[in-house]
């Protein structure tokens, strides 16, 4: 089992910054890929940002590209998402989710995340 809290939400101005955490507990999280979804109201949680279980090889979402960056520290059982020059449209509660232990280079489904967590609210204003 692995249990998944999500931090760092919160509401920023068109261009500012934030840094989202997802804290695991369970010792099994180093052996998991790590991914970030989205999900604004009214709809559908698409994937944004995954990360290989050693951190060696991420992939990302062609809207967040250049602007978002995930990291891991397996030592501290975390996944970071660093979001810079944030738009109305990032607008959304994010969500981590641990997906196995396969990388497969490319975005993940929901279906394919075996825990989630909770999420946390970001709001980008214009």
Do not use: H
């Not at 249990?3 to 101005?13: I, W, Y």
């Not at 955490?21 to 709809?43: H, I, N």
């Not at 994010?94 to 489904?109: E, L, Q, V």
């Amino acid at each position: 089992q692995v249990q998944l809290v999500e931090s760092g939400g919160g509401l920023v101005q068109a261009g500012g910054s934030l840094r989202l955490s997802c804290t695991a507990s369970g010792r099994t999280f180093s052996r998991y890929v790590m991914v970030w979804f989205r999900q604004a109201p009214g709809k559908e949680r698409e994937f944004v940002a995954a990360i290989s279980w050693s951190g060696g090889s991420t992939y990302y979402e062609d809207s967040v590209k250049g602007r978002f960056t995930v990291s891991r520290d397996n030592a501290e059982n975390t996944v970071y998402l660093q979001m810079n020059s944030l738009r109305p449209e990032d607008t959304a509660s994010y969500y981590c989710a641990a997906g196995g232990t396969y990388w497969s280079g490319r975005s993940y489904s929901t279906d394919a995340m075996n825990y989630w967590g909770k999420g946390t609210l970001v709001t980008v204003s214009s």
